[in-house]
């Protein structure tokens, strides 16, 4: 689920910057921050949730074209990523009559099949739902239970999709 990480990086600063003393260190961590987020997640590593510490600020290189300044970094953050077979919980967000879709920290591609919550029946409606024998619902906002039992990465939309299930002892609504 979350995976602390140490990447090695590469931040480029503007030569009108360099004038500034200790304001270097703040433009390279509000530009390494930046690029941090705008990656968003890749395959290897998963969504990128935070990062923590810059570890290391190395000696800077001017390109020759531009003037800008290339510092090789090392920072650590935080990851998400779903793997297969892990249990965890997700919010309802949107409801088919072929089942519904989960939302776990930043991934809200996790499918849940009604094929793979057997002794529910899809009840249609304004707010549609799905209830079992004992009356345990799951619909919109509500909060269940889920093993991983597949993902896939998509590189067009950097993100990825899950298959989720609740067969088994002591998945489902929450």
């Not at 549609?128 to 009356?135: A, L, Q, T, Y």
Request: glycine share 8%.
């Amino acid at each position: 689920m979350f995976i602390k990480v140490k990447l090695p990086g590469s931040v480029t600063i503007p030569a009108e910057d360099m004038d500034k003393g200790l304001i270097l260190q703040r433009a390279i961590l509000i530009r390494l921050l930046n690029a941090f987020a705008s990656k968003k997640a890749t395959n290897d590593l998963g969504y990128f949730i935070a990062l923590t510490t810059l570890e290391e600020i190395g000696e800077g290189k001017i390109r020759e074209h531009t003037g800008e300044i290339l510092f090789p970094v090392v920072f650590s953050g935080i990851t998400f990523k779903l793997f297969r077979g892990e249990i965890t919980r997700g919010v309802v967000h949107k409801v088919f009559k072929s089942g519904v879709l989960l939302r776990c920290g930043p991934c809200e591609n996790i499918y849940l099949s009604n094929l793979k919550m057997t002794g529910y029946k899809y009840i249609p409606g304004e707010s549609p739902i799905f209830v079992n024998e004992n009356m345990s619902r799951i619909q919109i906002d509500s909060t269940v239970r889920f093993i991983v039992i597949a993902t896939e990465w998509k590189e067009a939309e950097r993100e990825f999709f899950a298959l989720a299930s609740i067969e088994g002892d002591y998945l489902g609504p929450v």
